[in-house]
């Protein structure tokens, strides 16, 4: 049992690092192009913190895991909405981007509404829904590219032309990273390729990459064979354990963003990752392997997942998103409520 543990923490610890340097790599790149932050979260950071949660659910769903894989994706909307964009909003309350968060949320909302459907009428995913939800996330990916080619025409650039000498004047500090080793090898790195290059951007982009498709397995492996030891359903594991373990990347991001002062990073790429938990996440799953809505936990004698789960992921985002788009702004308690929320959500799996 001290093995399984231990693996399962070490796939923690890799997604952690693994999300914090592929944002830093994919984010480095976004910035060059000068988009809106919450439009970055809501792409390529997104993709990026929700390489996970795909990893997982494609995995399980391919083991023949379908609970995890179900209740991995639906546990993520929930953690992320109730616990990490709850912690950011309520530290860090303050105005967002109404324009950019039309088209992630307007996406989210139809492909759960989609999701909804599925489960509550047919009671289980066929591969026709699975490759109907990874279409959406091309549609997604599309329509994102337009606004960002838009934007990006339409904002002005302050980088200095290929032409143009690099003066004192011009030329921005650059700062150190830091590590506690010094000497170690990512230390000695910094002093040949520059923080902000897009050589370092592309390696923290497939360093963080390699760590989250580890982390990812061992997670998912260890996860497993915990819950049989402990005797615990499948769907709680996923709901709780493995949601949590995979929205790390998401907190991380959340930390960062509010020490760097970027809440809006963090708030665009919480909304993105909701959305591709569903349109990719289990879009990817169904496609591997088509599975049935998980029985094992019964609430009013149907599938607790369609008495609590599915309806409380869209709630929270509603909660979350009405705020936003009407006023412009997010209140600190909207945080609180969604905190509440989550706690209250924990405690009930475990009762059940």
């Known amino acids: 049992m001290a093995v399984p543990i231990l693996l399962f923490i070490l796939g923690f610890l890799l997604l952690i690092k693994g999300g914090d340097w592929f944002v830093d790599g994919a984010s480095g790149l976004a910035r060059r192009f000068h988009l809106p932050e919450i439009l970055i979260g809501a792409t ?19 083991e023949g895991h379908g609970q995890i894989a179900y209740g991995n994706a639906i546990g993520s909307i929930i953690c992320n909405t ?6 950011t909003i309520a530290i860090k309350p303050g105005k967002t981007d109404r324009r950019s968060l039309i088209v992630p949320l307007s996406f989210f909302f139809v492909a759960e509404t989609f999701y909804m459907v599925i489960a509550y009428t047919q009671k289980t995913f066929k591969r026709w829904a699975g ?10 990916t599309v329509v994102s590219i337009l606004t960002v080619r838009k934007t990006s025409e339409g904002s002005e650039t302050e980088i200095p032309e290929p032409d ?6 011009n030329e921005k500090p650059k700062k150190r990273i830091k590590f506690k080793n010094e000497n170690g090898f990512f230390a000695k790195v910094y002093y040949f390729v520059k923080r902000d290059s897009l050589f370092m951007e592309l390696i923290l982009l497939v360093i963080g990459a390699a760590f989250i498709a580890v982390g990812a397995r061992l997670l998912v492996d260890n996860g497993t064979i915990i819950a049989e030891k402990m005797g615990v359903p499948e769907t709680v594991i996923a709901l709780t354990f ?4 995979t929205s790390l990347p998401e907190l991380v991001t959340a930390i960062s963003s509010l020490i760097k002062g970027h809440s809006n990073l963090s708030l665009g790429n919480i909304i993105g990752a909701n959305l591709f938990n569903i349109v990719l996440v289990c879009g990817v799953a169904i496609t591997v392997n088509p599975f049935d809505i998980p029985q094992t936990t019964m609430l009013f004698n149907m599938p607790s997942s369609l008495v609590l789960d599915l309806p409380l992921s869209l709630a929270v985002m509603v909660i979350l998103a009405v705020p936003a788009l009407i006023k412009g702004k997010l209140y600190r308690a909207q945080g609180i409520a969604l905190l509440a929320i989550y706690a209250g959500f924990c405690a009930l799996q475990f009762i059940m």
């Open 131 to 140: 490759i109907s939800f990874i279409l959406i996330f091309v549609a997604y």
């Open 242 to 245: 493995v949601a949590l373990g």
């Open 82 to 87: 109730t616990l990490i964009a709850a912690v």
């Open 164 to 169: 143009e000498e690099i003066t004192e004047e």
């Open 44 to 62: 390529i950071v997104s993709i990026g913190t929700t390489l996970p949660e795909i990893m997982v659910s494609a995995t399980s769903a391919f």
